[in-house]
Structure formats: C-alpha cells, structure tokens
Nanobody
C-alpha cells in the first residue's frame, strides 16, 4: 500500500507562484512514476504533469508547459510541482498519484492522495 499526502496549496493572485509537494510513505515508491492531476468543480479530473521513477521522463499538459515544472527527490520520497505564472483557470484541487507505469490517463494510476486546493484570483 502506498500513502500519498499533498501539501502547498493555497490562494494566490494571477501571475503568482506556488510549489506543491507530494510525500509518499508505506511501500517503497522509488520504482513508481508520480503524476499530478487536477479537478475543478463540475469538471473531470485532468492530467497536469508526470515524472518517471528515474526522473528521466517527464510529461506535461499543453496548458501548463513552460509554466509548471515537476521534479522528484527519491531519497526523501517526495515529488514537487513548481507552478509559475498561475492563471485563474489553474484553480482546482490538485492530486498526486503513483503507479509503476507513467501515463497521462488518470484511470491508469493506482494510488491517489486526497488533494490540495489551489485558488488563483484574477
């Protein structure tokens, strides 16, 4: 079993920055890919970014390319999502997920955190 806990969400003005963190515990996640997904009210959960267990492969949604950066520290079992130049449309609950296989499809991820809310005011 893998337990994931997100932190770092909050309220920020448009153009501002936030860094989200995903901490993993339980079964070792060193060989697991980690992804970030978000869900806005009334909308389906959507892919944001993902990183392979080695950190060599990264994927980003087109909507966040150039603004968000995903990184991981396997020694600390953490994955970070640095979010710059935030926009009101980035407002959502952000969830991290872990799975042996990296994917942009949320249904393929096995383990999920409870999420951390991000609100971007205009």
């Amino acid at each position: 079993q893998v337990h994931l806990v997100e932190s770092g969400g909050g309220l920020v003005q448009s153009g501002g920055s936030l860094t989200l963190s995903c901490a993993a515990s339980g079964r070792t996640v060193v060989n697991y890919a980690t992804g970030w997904f978000r869900q806005a009210p009334g909308k389906e959960r959507e892919f944001v970014a993902a990183i392979s267990w080695s950190g060599e492969i990264m994927h980003y949604a087109d909507s966040v390319k150039g603004r968000f950066t995903i990184s991981r520290d396997n020694a600390k079992n953490t994955v970070a999502l640095q979010m710059n130049n935030l926009k009101p449309e980035d407002t959502a609950v952000y969830h991290c997920a872990a799975d042996p296989v990296i994917s942009t499809r949320y249904r393929q991820w096995e383990y999920w955190g409870q999420g951390t809310p991000v609100t971007v005011s205009s």
